[in-house]
């Protein structure tokens, strides 16, 4: 079904029909799908609204989908509910209308008939595969238990509420399993973000419209040229009102094309940066008094002898066990001070100094990250990060004499071991300079606006007490216990709608070697043969979103996802898939609603950004409007804004008592699961291995459109020409990239925007598109070896249950030699 | 004044994205290996590589739609007249005359008219005239969500084409060929 890398390459290379190569395909089927080898259909041209397809960036714009005789013709962008933004579709949506049509669709529905991953497949129909996955799970849950049944019902690449509160509905009913389950990738930020600010990571963001009132924006560790397209059209907005835009990043990249200065930072070092930064902060006098003062945990004292807060129970007899203290500078006396409590009147918090209160020598929070940052002078922050150490002074003199200042963070500079302490440390920064809460300030991840709560637990939650779990355990502590058989969750069962894990979480040998042999069974909905899904028992032939009716919120718009043609071949998706299943599973009393029903039990939400829309928002109004404003402020969302800090301390949690345990009471830089600094590993294998995003696919999707791939058409090693100098290699050669754990063959590109000692192969590609292997063979392992799960995670997952770190992709170190 | 269709590509906003060479293809359903819009990166030897030594770098995009020169040398060399200049200056091919000769390919000094095999004849940008005559932009303009194409009346004073070529500097790529373009660039350099 999977056509392999010569047939791309062909396509690539100028043959309208090379599609029709791949085997299994119907040739008049393809005749009638391709747009250049078919007559234009013929008649009115109808125009549906829905969400672009490919939501692995999050960003779901707006599309029209242009439908003629039943068939799609094109698709553009479409407004969102409030005109300020702009309407923006890039190239993926563009030429999705191709991936729709794409002659590799799953057609039917197959069950395996050779070995796992030998690709021998027969065809069946929907009930068998459904009668057989039911009376599986039915089988699996009599041996083991419900527990024993992992449920993925979708991934970030499934956009539309419905289709992610339908698994969720079904789980709840099903029984204690799995649902959310650290499937999650990318926890870093999450985990991070829970800590510092104690709110979801979503929620601390700024709308992009406040970007233009920044006077400087530090976009840290992203690529929103190629990845968060949308934002990068409102950064260049805030750049033309005059913002000053700063990358710091590894790479020059297309965002560095763009922006004022371009920081590079040495992969896995920002957190040595950060301190630095926050070094020359402190040393020069240059943080912002008032807002440490008030509103961060740092003017608190810290009990030397254990490093906890001082309380006031500890210097009272009968004081409040949850009182902190600070001392006065007015009085020179240790004050209490409540939690949430800003500030004392008449009381002058010291920030800085060491100080006896009663038996304990304590130092304020503020005196132990100087003394941390002080560790960390630029010169030596120059050494391990390979900024200049100019850039460095000048950079935090910068960044702390200029208000308002947005920091726009991102999965780039997390995706490591010691992500979660390198996201604290860039919050640290933005903290010290007191850009939380004020407009073109803060610190966050995409932009966002206030959003529709639509009462999506109608459908999810169909039980009073939902029977389902979000299991509490970390990614890779997950998955190290399905691939041992220990644990709460013995999973023999998966069941996965859109999820690839195979091609994007992680190292995929694990998946396929240690994984999947101790699960019993698999079943995969999905539109297309994914390297997930030639591993299952079942596969399932998926639609896209072009297909069925949904809903959306993104920003700032309550948008109807419409059906804009009839499903291809036999093509379902989770709305029937979970139906089906329900009703085998013996709650079908749960299952009678149609879509449509389903999406008006949502729009019946209480919630006042939907119960305050007017005239009241009902699903035949959303069907002649496409898109509502929710009711929601008009000003711009600025996260914090009452800076008010769900924490501990009521205040952002600088300091953190609760990771004293794991010494991690102060972010520092550590090295990382593999270091080319400290790995014994890096005598064998000197270069970091990066697999970065491109704006050509979200996660694996897309990888398969044709149009796409005459521009970007095959896998590449992007390496700086002195690595491969040294290496014999010369520009278009095709290496072998190597490490313990796989190997595989691709072309060199020289590129002089790769730090010399990093080297990137482009994410998403299927194996299959590979000359030989496969990228996600050498990357870190999912189920590591030793305890690499950071501990910060068990603290986090308890404040957003999206928080655990996720895999470390970027932990990594390769070898390339000419092949 | 008759019109002068023109278009203003702002390098300062374009991010090199290709979505306007792929709004191309969807609109004017150009087969594969056939691209009628392209994306040239401005430094090194491969798209999207900057030129320099790390980390002193800089990289820039060239979005190359057909000129519409206003002395069209494509026009000037077709053997069977079957490229010509309207009169609001969109500059076509007459698929039915042209007779595959590829004589325009070869004197374009922008590299645009693109030879489809299949068809035997050469194929061009057309400003999207279909559009056009219908009161819209060119495909590629209406789908550049980043503002870096702006399209209109060259001959107008007012309009925001002839604002933004003034603002921005705007200049038109080789002119000392005498094909007197179109297309005008903010942020031009010398590739």
Same mark, same amino acid.
């Given at each position: 079904?999977?056509?392999?890398?010569?047939?791309?390459?062909?396509?690539?290379?100028?043959?309208?029909?090379?599609?029709?190569?791949?085997?299994?395909?119907?040739?008049?089927?393809?005749?009638?799908?391709?747009?250049?080898?078919?007559?234009?259909?013929?008649?009115?041209?109808?125009?549906?609204?829905?969400?672009?397809?490919?939501?692995?960036?999050?960003?779901?714009?707006?599309?029209?989908?242009?439908?003629?005789?039943?068939?799609?013709?094109?698709?553009?962008?479409?407004?969102?509910?409030?005109?300020?933004?702009?309407?923006?579709?890039?190239?993926?949506?563009?030429?999705?209308?191709?991936?729709?049509?794409?002659?590799?669709?799953?057609?039917?529905?197959?069950?395996?008939?050779?070995?796992?991953?030998?690709?021998?497949?027969?065809?069946?129909?929907?009930?068998?595969?459904?009668?057989?996955?039911?009376?599986?799970?039915?089988?699996?849950?009599?041996?083991?238990?419900?527990?024993?049944?992992?449920?993925?019902?979708?991934?970030?690449?499934?956009?539309?509420?419905?289709?992610?509160?339908?698994?969720?509905?079904?789980?709840?009913?099903?029984?204690?399993?799995?649902?959310?389950?650290?499937?999650?990738?990318?926890?870093?930020?999450?985990?991070?973000?829970?800590?510092?600010?104690?709110?979801?990571?979503?929620?601390?963001?700024?709308?992009?419209?406040?970007?233009?009132?920044?006077?400087?924006?530090?976009?840290?560790?992203?690529?929103?040229?190629?990845?968060?397209?949308?934002?990068?059209?409102?950064?260049?907005?805030?750049?033309?009102?005059?913002?000053?835009?700063?990358?710091?990043?590894?790479?020059?990249?297309?965002?560095?094309?763009?922006?004022?200065?371009?920081?590079?930072?040495?992969?896995?070092?920002?957190?040595?940066?950060?301190?630095?930064?926050?070094?020359?902060?402190?040393?020069?006098?240059?943080?912002?008094?008032?807002?440490?003062?008030?509103?961060?945990?740092?003017?608190?004292?810290?009990?030397?002898?254990?490093?906890?807060?001082?309380?006031?129970?500890?210097?009272?007899?009968?004081?409040?066990?949850?009182?902190?203290?600070?001392?006065?500078?007015?009085?020179?006396?240790?004050?209490?001070?409540?939690?949430?409590?800003?500030?004392?009147?008449?009381?002058?918090?010291?920030?800085?100094?060491?100080?006896?209160?009663?038996?304990?020598?304590?130092?304020?929070?503020?005196?132990?990250?100087?003394?941390?940052?002080?560790?960390?002078?630029?010169?030596?922050?120059?050494?391990?990060?390979?900024?200049?150490?100019?850039?460095?002074?000048?950079?935090?003199?910068?960044?702390?004499?200029?208000?308002?200042?947005?920091?726009?963070?991102?999965?780039?500079?997390?995706?490591?071991?010691?992500?979660?302490?390198?996201?604290?440390?860039?919050?640290?920064?933005?903290?010290?300079?007191?850009?939380?809460?004020?407009?073109?300030?803060?610190?966050?991840?995409?932009?966002?606006?206030?959003?529709?709560?639509?009462?999506?637990?109608?459908?999810?939650?169909?039980?009073?007490?939902?029977?389902?779990?979000?299991?509490?355990?970390?990614?890779?502590?997950?998955?190290?216990?399905?691939?041992?058989?220990?644990?709460?969750?013995?999973?023999?069962?998966?069941?996965?709608?859109?999820?690839?894990?195979?091609?994007?979480?992680?190292?995929?040998?694990?998946?396929?070697?240690?994984?999947?042999?101790?699960?019993?069974?698999?079943?995969?909905?999905?539109?297309?043969?994914?390297?997930?899904?030639?591993?299952?028992?079942?596969?399932?032939?998926?639609?896209?979103?072009?297909?069925?009716?949904?809903?959306?919120?993104?920003?700032?718009?309550?948008?109807?996802?419409?059906?804009?043609?009839?499903?291809?071949?036999?093509?379902?998706?989770?709305?029937?898939?979970?139906?089906?299943?329900?009703?085998?599973?013996?709650?079908?009393?749960?299952?009678?609603?149609?879509?449509?029903?389903?999406?008006?039990?949502?729009?019946?939400?209480?919630?006042?950004?939907?119960?305050?829309?007017?005239?009241?928002?009902?699903?035949?109004?959303?069907?002649?409007?496409?898109?509502?404003?929710?009711?929601?402020?008009?000003?711009?969302?600025?996260?914090?804004?009452?800076?008010?800090?769900?924490?501990?301390?009521?205040?952002?949690?600088?300091?953190?008592?609760?990771?004293?345990?794991?010494?991690?009471?102060?972010?520092?830089?550590?090295?990382?699961?593999?270091?080319?600094?400290?790995?014994?590993?890096?005598?064998?294998?000197?270069?970091?291995?990066?697999?970065?995003?491109?704006?050509?696919?979200?996660?694996?999707?897309?990888?398969?459109?044709?149009?796409?791939?005459?521009?970007?058409?095959?896998?590449?090693?992007?390496?700086?020409?002195?690595?491969?100098?040294?290496?014999?290699?010369?520009?278009?050669?095709?290496?072998?990239?190597?490490?313990?754990?796989?190997?595989?063959?691709?072309?060199?590109?020289?590129?002089?925007?790769?730090?010399?000692?990093?080297?990137?192969?482009?994410?998403?590609?299927?194996?299959?598109?590979?000359?030989?292997?496969?990228?996600?063979?050498?990357?870190?392992?999912?189920?590591?070896?030793?305890?690499?799960?950071?501990?910060?995670?068990?603290?986090?997952?308890?404040?957003?249950?999206?928080?655990?770190?996720?895999?470390?992709?970027?932990?990594?170190?390769?070898?390339?030699?000419?092949? | 004044?008759?019109?002068?269709?023109?278009?203003? $590509? /702002?390098? +300062?906003? &374009? *991010? =090199? %994205?290709?979505? @306007?060479?792929? !709004? #191309?293809?969807?609109?004017?359903?150009?087969?594969?290996?056939?691209?009628?819009?392209?994306?040239?990166?401005?430094?090194?030897?491969?798209?999207?590589?900057?030129?320099?030594?790390?980390?002193?770098?800089?990289?820039?995009?060239?979005?190359?739609?057909?000129?519409?020169?206003?002395?069209?040398?494509?026009?000037?060399?077709?053997?069977?007249?079957?490229?010509?200049?309207?009169?609001?200056?969109?500059?076509? $091919? /007459?698929? +039915?005359? &042209? *007779? =595959? %000769?590829?004589? @325009?390919?070869? !004197? #374009?000094?922008?590299?645009?008219?693109?030879?489809?095999?299949?068809?035997?004849?050469?194929?061009?940008?057309?400003?999207?005239?279909?559009?056009?005559?219908?009161?819209?932009?060119?495909?590629?303009?209406?789908?550049?969500?980043?503002?870096?194409?702006?399209?209109?009346?060259?001959?107008?004073?007012?309009?925001?084409?002839?604002?933004?070529?003034?603002?921005?500097?705007?200049?038109?790529?080789?002119?000392?060929?005498?094909?007197?373009?179109?297309?005008?660039?903010?942020?031009?350099?010398? !590739?």
């Amino acid at each position: 079904m999977a056509i392999s890398r010569r047939d791309f390459l062909k396509i690539s290379a100028a043959t309208v029909a090379a599609a029709s190569l791949a085997p299994g395909t119907d040739a008049k089927v393809l005749q009638a799908l391709t747009p250049q080898t078919a007559p234009m259909p013929a008649g009115e041209t109808q125009i549906f609204h829905t969400v672009c397809p490919g939501a692995g960036d999050h960003q779901r714009c707006g599309v029209k989908v242009h439908v003629r005789d039943g068939r799609m013709v094109k698709v553009e962008a479409d407004d969102f509910a409030d005109p300020r933004y702009h309407k923006n579709a890039c190239l993926r949506p563009l030429a999705s209308m191709r991936w729709v049509y794409s002659p590799d669709r799953l057609k039917y529905p197959m069950k395996r008939v050779g070995n796992r991953g030998e690709g021998k497949w027969q065809r069946i129909t929907w009930d068998e595969a459904l009668d057989t996955i039911a009376s599986k799970l039915t089988e699996i849950k009599n041996k083991y238990g419900e527990k024993a049944v992992h449920i993925r019902g979708s991934s970030s690449s499934t956009n539309g509420q419905l289709m992610r509160a339908l698994p969720q509905r079904f789980s709840a009913l099903w029984g204690p399993s799995v649902t959310k389950a650290r499937g999650v990738i990318d926890a870093n930020l999450p985990v991070a973000t829970a800590l510092v600010t104690g709110t979801v990571y979503g929620s601390v963001a700024h709308s992009p419209l406040d970007w233009r009132n920044s006077k400087l924006i530090v976009i840290w560790g992203e690529n929103p040229a190629e990845t968060d397209m949308r934002d990068m059209t409102h950064l260049l907005d805030a750049r033309d009102a005059g913002a000053k835009l700063v990358l710091i990043s590894p790479f020059f990249d297309p965002t560095a094309a763009k922006v004022d200065e371009f920081i590079p930072v040495f992969p896995a070092t920002d957190a040595a940066l950060a301190l630095s930064l926050a070094n020359v902060i402190i040393e020069r006098g240059l943080y912002d008094e008032d807002f440490v003062s008030k509103f961060t945990n740092l003017p608190l004292l810290v009990r030397q002898d254990n490093k906890k807060f001082l309380r006031e129970s500890d210097v009272t007899s009968g004081g409040d066990a949850k009182k902190y203290m600070l001392w006065d500078s007015k009085t020179n006396a240790a004050v209490a001070i409540g939690v949430g409590v800003n500030e004392i009147k008449g009381v002058t918090p010291t920030l800085l100094g060491s100080f006896t209160i009663g038996n304990f020598a304590c130092k304020t929070a503020f005196q132990l990250l100087k003394e941390r940052a002080a560790q960390y002078p630029p010169e030596k922050a120059a050494t391990l990060t390979k900024v200049r150490t100019e850039q460095i002074k000048s950079f935090a003199a910068e960044y702390a004499t200029t208000k308002p200042v947005y920091t726009k963070i991102s999965h780039g500079s997390a995706r490591t071991y010691q992500g979660p302490g390198i996201v604290r440390s860039q919050f640290y920064i933005a903290a010290l300079t007191g850009n939380i809460g004020i407009p073109g300030g803060g610190i966050g991840y995409e932009g966002k606006d206030y959003e529709a709560n639509l009462n999506t637990s109608a459908v999810s939650a169909p039980l009073e007490k939902s029977r389902a779990v979000t299991y509490t355990d970390t990614y890779s502590q997950y998955w190290t216990n399905v691939a041992t058989g220990k644990g709460p969750y013995p999973i023999k069962a998966a069941i996965l709608s859109n999820a690839a894990w195979v091609n994007y979480c992680g190292n995929s040998r694990e998946w396929i070697e240690k994984i999947f042999p101790q699960l019993e069974f698999i079943a995969v909905c999905d539109p297309f043969m994914t390297a997930t899904a030639q591993y299952a028992d079942i596969v399932l032939p998926g639609q896209t979103q072009y297909e069925r009716l949904d809903i959306d919120t993104a920003l700032g718009t309550i948008r109807l996802c419409e059906k804009a043609i009839e499903p291809l071949y036999e093509s379902r998706d989770n709305y029937e898939l979970w139906t089906e299943l329900g009703k085998r599973l013996g709650f079908g009393d749960y299952f009678k609603n149609t879509p449509e029903e389903y999406i008006s039990m949502m729009l019946n939400s209480k919630d006042p950004t939907v119960a305050g829309i007017t005239p009241p928002l009902t699903l035949e109004r959303l069907k002649q409007a496409k898109y509502v404003r929710p009711n929601v402020p008009t000003t711009p969302y600025i996260a914090f804004r009452e800076r008010k800090f769900p924490t501990p301390s009521g205040r952002m949690e600088l300091y953190d008592e609760r990771l004293i345990p794991f010494g991690e009471e102060l972010p520092d830089f550590k090295e990382g699961y593999e270091s080319p600094r400290t790995s014994p590993l890096a005598s064998k294998y000197p270069l970091v291995f990066y697999t970065k995003k491109t704006r050509f696919n979200t996660q694996s999707q897309f990888r398969n459109v044709d149009w796409l791939l005459e521009i970007s058409p095959e896998p590449i090693l992007e390496i700086n020409p002195a690595d491969a100098a040294e290496r014999g290699i010369k520009d278009g050669d095709v290496v072998k990239v190597f490490n313990d754990r796989g190997s595989c063959k691709v072309k060199t590109k020289f590129h002089d925007g790769m730090p010399p000692g990093v080297v990137n192969i482009p994410h998403g590609w299927f194996p299959n598109q590979f000359i030989q292997g496969f990228a996600s063979d050498l990357c870190a392992p999912v189920t590591p070896p030793e305890k690499v799960d950071n501990p910060m995670s068990l603290v986090a997952t308890a404040i957003d249950s999206a928080a655990g770190p996720g895999e470390l992709l970027y932990d990594c170190l390769v070898e390339v030699a000419k092949a | 004044m008759p019109k002068q269709y023109g278009m203003f $590509i /702002d390098l +300062e906003r &374009c *991010i =090199g %994205c290709h979505t @306007c060479t792929i !709004a #191309c293809k969807a609109e004017n359903g150009t087969p594969i290996g056939v691209n009628w819009h392209k994306v040239l990166t401005i430094g090194g030897a491969h798209m999207d590589t900057p030129r320099g030594t790390y980390p002193n770098l800089t990289m820039d995009w060239l979005p190359v739609p057909c000129m519409h020169c206003q002395n069209p040398p494509c026009a000037n060399v077709c053997p069977a007249a079957a490229i010509t200049r309207r009169a609001d200056g969109i500059v076509l $091919i /007459d698929k +039915e005359k &042209c *007779i =595959g %000769c590829q004589y @325009c390919v070869w !004197a #374009c000094p922008y590299g645009v008219p693109q030879y489809n095999a299949a068809a035997g004849t050469v194929e061009k940008c057309t400003f999207c005239a279909h559009r056009v005559d219908q009161g819209q932009q060119p495909f590629c303009v209406d789908a550049c969500s980043w503002g870096a194409r702006i399209f209109g009346d060259l001959n107008d004073p007012n309009s925001e084409v002839v604002n933004a070529i003034a603002r921005k500097h705007g200049k038109a790529m080789a002119p000392e060929q005498g094909t007197r373009p179109s297309v005008f660039y903010s942020k031009l350099v010398k !590739a």
